[in-house]
């Protein structure tokens, strides 16, 4: 657990949270009573100095809303899709500025997505998109998949292909989405009735659905899901990380939380990937002393030794949970 100081969020059910460089930036969410204290507020931490603060934002701020989407564009902005307030649902779309803390809503007539909560967003260059999500009685299909351009400042909305052999993924809201060279990989979530524990793939240049050959150990919704970055550079190195969630009993009458903690690769990690990871666990075993010197000695680039400086000085704090080496 880290520890921080100033005056963190206090609605934190079903926010949405990205990291901005060494920031970590936190909207809305809901607290006690659930879906009737809900909250609008940005919340910033400093992940160097650990100081929460929250900040004065001005102009369009969203209404008090919890399970909301929110994605760092290409363009600079910071976007904010949808939400609900416990009764109605939303499909406003809001832009961030973090230069003068300004809220900008959005409008658009044409292809806009139908209201949601608990959705997932993923992006790329051009653009990002939404995917599945629902409303008090209904979660949305993926026949059909809506993505906002920031050049035009349009929705567009893209028909899918199925799976020759298993159609479509069930509708579905709280499941768990990253997208990888191009590629759009979903797993988990639950429709009010069922629970899921099935991958599936997006591929966002013909928008043909894939069902992969692997599944969660449990059915889970709910849980978090991020793509490691590579050890190089700020792209991903193709390892998908799943943390939580919710796992209902065989009978669906109970629903346990979890904290597993897992990992799947998407692609076939790279000889560096395989040989930094190694080597990161041998100083994490075998070193008692700052590596800094050792490593410079050896004339390895400036981010691998940064990179390892890191992963010894993490090993030495102590931890609440037991730490998880990657490989």
């Known amino acids: 657990m880290v520890e921080t100081n100033g005056i963190p969020p206090k609605c934190v059910a079903s926010l949405s949270l990205i990291i901005d460089g060494d920031n970590l930036l936190v909207f809305g969410g809901s607290g006690v ?25 001005k102009k369009e701020i969203p209404s ?49 997505p139908t209201a949601r909560y608990r959705h997932e967003v993923v992006g790329d260059d051009k653009c990002f998109y939404i995917l599945g999500g629902g409303s008090a009685n209904s979660s949305a299909d993926f026949e059909e998949i809506h993505s906002f351009h920031y050049d035009t400042m349009r929705w567009n909305v893209h028909k899918c292909t199925s799976s020759s052999s298993f159609g479509f993924p069930p509708p579905r809201h709280c499941h768990g989405c990253v997208i990888f060279n191009k590629k759009i990989y979903m797993c988990g979530g639950y429709d009010e009735v069922n629970p899921y524990n099935d991958f599936w793939e997006l591929d966002t240049n013909t928008f043909e659905w894939s069902k992969l050959d692997i599944t969660l150990p449990d059915h889970t919704f709910f849980h978090a899901v991020t793509l490691q970055k590579s050890h190089r550079n700020d792209n991903s190195s193709g390892c998908l990380f799943i943390h939580g969630g919710c796992n209902p009993s065989e009978g669906g009458r109970e629903v346990t939380r979890s904290s597993s903690f897992m990992r799947c690769w998407l692609t076939v990690p790279s000889l560096q990937e395989c040989t930094v990871n190694s080597i990161t666990r041998a100083i994490r075993a075998n070193f008692h002393d700052p590596v800094t010197k050792n490593l410079i000695q050896l004339h390895l680039p400036n981010y691998l030794v940064i990179h390892f400086n890191k992963a010894w000085h993490s090993h030495q704090r102590k931890r609440h949970w037991k730490e998880y080496e990657t490989c």
């Not at 909250?39 to 929250?54: A, F, G, T």
């Not at 902005?77 to 809503?105: M, P």
């Open 64 to 112: 008090p809303r919890y399970g909301q989407s929110m994605i760092k564009g290409k363009d600079g902005y910071i976007y904010i899709f949808g939400g609900t307030a416990g009764l109605n649902f939303h499909n406003d779309l809001f832009r961030f500025h973090r230069k003068d803390y300004v809220f900008e809503r959005i409008t658009c007539t044409e292809s806009v």
């Open 33 to 57: 009573p659930f879906g009737r204290c809900n909250s609008n507020d940005l919340h910033v931490l400093n992940l160097k100095e650990k100081v929460w603060r929250k900040i004065e934002c």
